[in-house]
C-alpha cells in the first residue's frame, strides 16, 4: 500500500471493549452481587455501567443524593422499589429508572424472588465507591447504613437526612 492509501484505511480502535457474559469485576455488597462491565476506562470516564443482582429481601443503601453524576437503572428481571423523596414506585422487568443529580433516592428488592438490574453512572465516578465499600465490608464485617454513608462521602454523595 501507498502511504496515502494507508493513511485513508479504518484502523482498528483500540479502545472497543467487549464484556462476555461471564467476565467482568465482581463486587460483592452483602446480598448483592455487582459486576462491573464497564468501569468508565473505554469510555474517557464519561460512562459506567454495571449489572446488579439483588438478593430476595435486599435493603439498599440510605436514601441519597448524588451531587456530580446521573444514575440509570433497567430492570432485567424481578421487581425493584425505588424510593424518591416520599414516592415509592415498583419497578418490574423492562423499566427504566433515571435519577438525575440531587434527586434523593434508594432502592429495595422487597420480594420472594431475585432481581437484576443494569445500572449506568455518567460520569464514571461512582464506580470506585462501590470498590471502597466492598473493601470496608471485608472480613466479615456488616453492611450499615454508616459503612455506605462513609463511602458515599467520597464520591459527592451525601445521605437524604431531610427525609429521615
Same mark, same amino acid.
Given at each position: 500500500?501507498? %502511504? %496515502?492509501?494507508?493513511?485513508?484505511?479504518?484502523?482498528?480502535? $483500540? #479502545?472497543?471493549?467487549?464484556?462476555?457474559?461471564? %467476565?467482568?469485576?465482581?463486587?460483592?455488597?452483602?446480598?448483592?452481587?455487582?459486576?462491573?462491565? %464497564?468501569?468508565?476506562?473505554? =469510555?474517557?470516564?464519561?460512562?459506567?455501567?454495571?449489572?446488579?443482582?439483588?438478593?430476595?429481601?435486599?435493603?439498599?443503601?440510605? /436514601?441519597?443524593?448524588? #451531587?456530580?453524576?446521573?444514575?440509570? +437503572?433497567?430492570?432485567?428481571?424481578? =421487581?425493584?422499589?425505588?424510593?424518591?423523596?416520599?414516592?415509592?414506585? &415498583?419497578?418490574? =422487568?423492562?423499566?427504566?429508572?433515571?435519577?438525575?443529580?440531587?434527586? $434523593?433516592?434508594? +432502592?429495595?428488592? !422487597?420480594?420472594?424472588?431475585?432481581?437484576?438490574?443494569?445500572?449506568?453512572?455518567?460520569?464514571?465516578?461512582?464506580?470506585?465507591?462501590?470498590?471502597?465499600? /466492598?473493601?470496608?465490608? #471485608?472480613?466479615?464485617?456488616?453492611? =450499615?447504613?454508616? #459503612?455506605?454513608?462513609?463511602?458515599?462521602?467520597?464520591?459527592?454523595?451525601? $445521605?437524604?437526612?431531610? !427525609? &429521615?
Amino acid at each position: 500500500m501507498t %502511504e %496515502e492509501v494507508e493513511a485513508k484505511a479504518p484502523k482498528s480502535d $483500540p #479502545a472497543v471493549s467487549v464484556v462476555g457474559s461471564c %467476565e467482568g469485576e465482581t463486587i460483592v455488597l452483602g446480598t448483592t452481587r455487582m459486576r462491573v462491565l %464497564e468501569d468508565g476506562s473505554h =469510555t474517557g470516564h464519561r460512562l459506567a455501567i454495571a449489572e446488579s443482582v439483588l438478593a430476595p429481601h435486599t435493603q439498599g443503601p440510605p /436514601q441519597h443524593r448524588h #451531587a456530580q453524576h446521573d444514575e440509570g +437503572f433497567y430492570i432485567l428481571s424481578g =421487581t425493584v422499589r425505588f424510593t424518591v423523596g416520599e414516592e415509592d414506585h &415498583d419497578a418490574t =422487568t423492562g423499566t427504566l429508572v433515571m435519577v438525575p443529580p440531587g434527586t $434523593p433516592h434508594t +432502592f429495595a428488592n !422487597l420480594t420472594d424472588q431475585p432481581a437484576v438490574m443494569l445500572s449506568t453512572f455518567t460520569p464514571d465516578l461512582y464506580v470506585q465507591y462501590f470498590r471502597d465499600l /466492598q473493601e470496608a465490608l #471485608a472480613d466479615d464485617r456488616p453492611m =450499615t447504613p454508616q #459503612a455506605n454513608i462513609d463511602a458515599m462521602s467520597h464520591y459527592a454523595t451525601e $445521605p437524604a437526612t431531610d !427525609l &429521615d
